[in-house]
């Protein structure tokens, strides 16, 4: 139990052009997931909260109207880089709250923008 | 401002013997502390949950220790595997936010 997919698990674009990843939770229900961001043996640093039916709670950096979030089912987040550039070039992980403290993580998306 | 220091970078272990990952903070009280295994071009994993009034948790050949009086958490494998190889992250929680450290790289050697 307490699986999440992402998808696609690797994109290439060109920059200028917007990529949607998708991060879903497949045996339970997520009212909150997180989005985070990895760079190479770097740690992950959460980007943002994202609350089913809300607005999600970007970090401190992080620009909203780059990133856009949509939490619109209790098992689907979205995550949208709009008019990516070379320095968006990064693995996202998306995780779901599984239950107290229990966050479950995706396999990762590699995004890749030349 | 908050910090998490996992101290080795990178730890080589003989197979068969017990590796042990160190995670220190400050300027933080997290409720929970979790470990997670993260293998390269992979999301984490879950590995075991410590909470702040816990002092000890243990899971298979996995054991966690906690002391909130050093702001520090201790990780080891017991009876080490070539399939242990990985890096390790730990994790602080509280206030439904998680920060991570920046992980140690553990190679088993058969």
């Known amino acids: 139990g307490a699986v999440v997919s992402q998808h696609p698990s690797r994109v290439i674009c060109k920059s200028g052009t917007s990529v949607k990843i998708e991060c879903r939770s497949l045996?339970?229900?997520?009212?909150?997931m997180f989005w985070y961001r990895q760079f190479p043996k770097q740690s992950l640093m959460l980007m943002a909260t994202?609350?089913?039916?809300?607005?999600?709670?970007?970090e401190q950096g992080v620009e909203k109207d780059k990133f856009l979030i949509n939490h619109a089912s209790l098992t689907l987040s979205t995550l949208t880089v709009t008019s990516a550039h070379p320095e968006d070039s990064s693995f996202y992980i998306c995780?779901?709250?599984?239950?107290?403290?229990?966050?479950?993580f995706g396999p990762g998306t590699r995004l890749t923008v030349t | 401002s908050q910090k998490i220091e996992q101290n080795s970078e990178a730890l080589n272990i003989q197979e068969g013997k017990t590796a042990t990952l160190t995670c220190n903070y400050t300027?933080?009280?997290?409720?929970?502390l979790q470990w997670y295994r993260q293998d390269p071009g992979r999301g984490p994993v879950f590995l075991l949950l410590?909470?702040?009034?816990?002092k000890e948790k243990r899971k298979e050949r996995l054991k966690v220790t906690f002391d909130t009086t050093l702001k520090q958490s201790l990780f080891h494998i017991t009876a080490s595997q070539p399939a242990d190889s990985a890096t390790y992250l730990c994790?602080?929680?509280?206030?439904?936010?998680?920060?991570f450290g920046s992980g140690t790289r553990l190679s088993i050697r058969p």
């Open positions: 995780s779901a709250r599984f239950r107290d403290y229990e966050q479950y």
């Open positions: 045996d339970f229900q997520a009212t909150t």
């Open positions: 994202s609350n089913e039916g809300s607005k999600a709670t970007y």
């Open positions: 300027n933080y009280s997290p409720a929970y």
């Open positions: 410590i909470r702040e009034n816990e």
């Open positions: 994790a602080l929680v509280r206030a439904s936010k998680i920060i």
